[in-house]
């Protein structure tokens, strides 16, 4: 028999496998369905924060990002909007934008179409008692997608954000750490703001993807990205970058 044939069934299965892997874990992937990955100017830095509220970092961060004028999106999570409603409802008063993170952080890969929709459900509904306010953005936790994450975040109206940039943040022990590993939003910014192909329609920014909270636990030191921020947001802004919410990251281009 030829070999090729005995074979051909488990490299079938191993395309498929990698397949579904990328379409899982890659942040720009649209295999299961279409997300938002970048922002439409390069002028637009799209600071997004993930596992909050949390009551150690997050009004530290308010004020830093007050500071610059700066505006971001905070996805949270549901089990910690209910522990801190008047936190979350100060956020979204300062004019940041709330999104969903699921109620718990699971690994939305392994659930199947119901599992996911309480999930998104109920981190909606403490969203809502806490700001007054559905969310419309969504992210998965760890970036991780299946075929059916998509569809249920269409059906309760969000739409899915992805990232260019995640530094890993959350194992960051110090902000030594962390700066270089942000290094890549300043060069992008370099190359494509003093170049013609800034002036594109089809020319992109960056939306990075950071940590204010812990799924583990409230009160989760995140000291180092608070630093790496502070050492970051006036070199940014001295590069001609906009701190924009996921919102304004899809409106009209910057001018």
Known sequence: MNPWLIAAPSLATAAAAGLAAYGAAYPRSQLFGRTICRTNSPRKLALTFDDGPNPAITPKLLDLLDRF??????????????????????????????????D???????????????????????????????PRWFRPPYGFRNPWVIPVARELNQRVVMWTLIPGDWRATSSEWLIPRMQPIAAHAKNSLVSDAAKSP???????????????????????????????????????????TIEDAVSAPAT
Do not use: M, Y
């Not at 549901?78 to 699921?102: D, Q």
């Not at 998104?120 to 700001?131: E, H, V």
């Open 69 to 102: 004028k700066a505006r971001a999106t905070f996805f949270v999570i549901g089990k910690h909007a209910r522990e801190c409603p008047e936190l979350l409802k100060e956020t979204a008063a300062r004019g940041h934008v709330i999104g969903n993170h699921t």
């Open 202 to 244: 089809a020319a992109t920014g960056d939306i990075l993807c950071l940590h204010d909270g812990s799924h583990r636990q409230l009160n989760a030191d995140r000291l180092p990205t608070l630093a790496a921020l502070e050492h970051w947001l006036p070199r940014w802004r001295d590069l001609g970058l906009e701190f924009v």
């Open 104 to 134: 718990a952080h699971p690994n939305l890969f392994w659930l199947k179409p119901d599992r996911i929709t309480i999930e998104l459900r109920c981190c909606n509904f403490s969203i809502k008692a806490a700001t007054g306010a559905l």
